[in-house]
């Protein structure tokens, strides 16, 4: 088998609805937007494919570096494939998610080839997990309360917030959500690199204290070494490395300077499946949680291939809370059943317009 071609069909991403806030400094919930997916074929008839939500950057990587490496090549050789992406980002420096969109469309090809679903083909470790309940931005603490409140009822085991990135509010948040739920349910934190040292310092007191799970990217991850004195500083658990370039390399300083209590894995930012295995296995060697970031039915394969992961992100983006389809009443999700990644389990009336003409050619 070899591949034949690799197409960049765009889409049009409807706008997100109901529109949400991040944490003050960053943009909110898309508005209508360029999407693409990324097809992959071969001489045997059997085609991957993965989606992007940013079509141009997508389209212009594989016009000018990734179809003409890899067309001819063998698709099954995925290791080779994704050493190959990291020699051309040598040159180009690509999009972080650029080689996670790539790697998935492979998995996804040797999925539907071995007729088996992708977490299979990793070494499945587990057919469900719960799932957390990961709010994006709400307007105030009784707000957030509310939400919880609902999460909840809606079977949620665990919450993390998202809040406004100001230490002394979310401080307060953070408080009072332990205080109003109890000290049994698990509670984490994500500062989405809002803060310096002494802003991710005073709040990561505040979150020990509150006895929460984790307390992650509270500031940027360019320097290892502030994560090192964050972590001399607070007794909460850090967990990092979620967006830091370098995959599963860059996660190795983090451990290895002493500053990750577990670090994050994930196919859209850790190069797909293959670097997600290796962040997870890196951490394993070192008896350390590699805890699965995003929602998403590839990042639902990789919560069921691991060992070291314990909970499904799941985003809650609206009040009323809505429950997304891929959790269930008693707040667990589950593995996926279709061969390859499945993305095709969410097209109840077959693929989007684009895309099912591109298959049919």
């Known amino acids: 088998m070899i591949i034949t071609a690799v197409e960049v069909v765009r889409v049009t991403v409807p706008a997100y609805d ?6 003050t400094g960053l943009p909110g919930s898309e508005p209508e937007s360029d999407g693409a997916w990324l097809v992959i074929r071969t001489d045997a008839g059997v085609t991957g494919i993965a989606f992007a939500l940013r079509g141009a950057m997508l389209q212009d990587v594989v016009d000018r570096r990734i179809r003409a490496d890899f067309v001819g090549r063998d698709p099954l050789a995925r290791e080779l494939l994704w050493d190959r992406i990291w020699e051309l980002d040598r040159i180009d420096r690509f999009p972080i998610f650029v080689q996670g969109v790539i790697d998935v469309a492979l998995w996804d090809l040797a999925g539907k ?51 406004w990135g100001d230490a002394r509010r979310d401080a307060r948040l953070c408080e009072a959500l332990r205080e109003h739920v109890g000290p049994d349910v698990p509670l984490m934190y994500d500062g989405s690199a809002g803060f310096d040292l002494l802003d991710a310092s005073y709040l990561g007191t505040a979150l020990s204290a509150a006895d929460y799970l984790w307390y992650e990217e509270p500031m940027r991850e360019f320097s290892v070494t502030a994560y090192s004195w964050l972590a001399e500083r607070v007794d909460v658990p850090l967990l990092v490395a979620e967006v830091a370039e370098g995959a599963h390399m860059k996660t190795a300083d983090f451990i290895a300077a002493g500053c990750a209590a577990a670090v994050r894995t994930s196919t859209g930012l850790r190069g797909g499946f293959t670097g997600a295995m290796r962040t997870a296995h890196l951490a394993d060697a070192f008896l350390l949680r590699a805890e699965v970031h995003g929602p998403g039915v590839a990042n639902r394969h990789l919560c069921m291939a691991i060992s070291n992961t314990t909970y499904y992100e799941s985003l809650i983006d609206s009040n009323p809370v809505r429950r997304p389809s891929d959790v269930d009443a008693a707040g667990n999700t589950h593995a996926p059943t279709l061969p390859g990644v499945g993305f095709e389990e969410a097209w109840a009336d077959g693929a989007p317009t684009e895309l099912a003409a591109a298959l049919e050619d």
């Open 113 to 163: 080839a071995a007729k088996m679903p992708v977490y299979q083909l990793l070494g499945s470790y587990r057919e469900s997990l719960p799932a957390y309940a990961s709010t994006v931005t709400f307007g105030s603490i009784e707000e957030y309360l509310d939400v919880a409140d609902q999460c909840l009822e809606l079977g949620y085991s665990a919450i993390k917030l998202h809040a």
């Open 18 to 23: 109901p529109p949400f806030v991040w944490r």
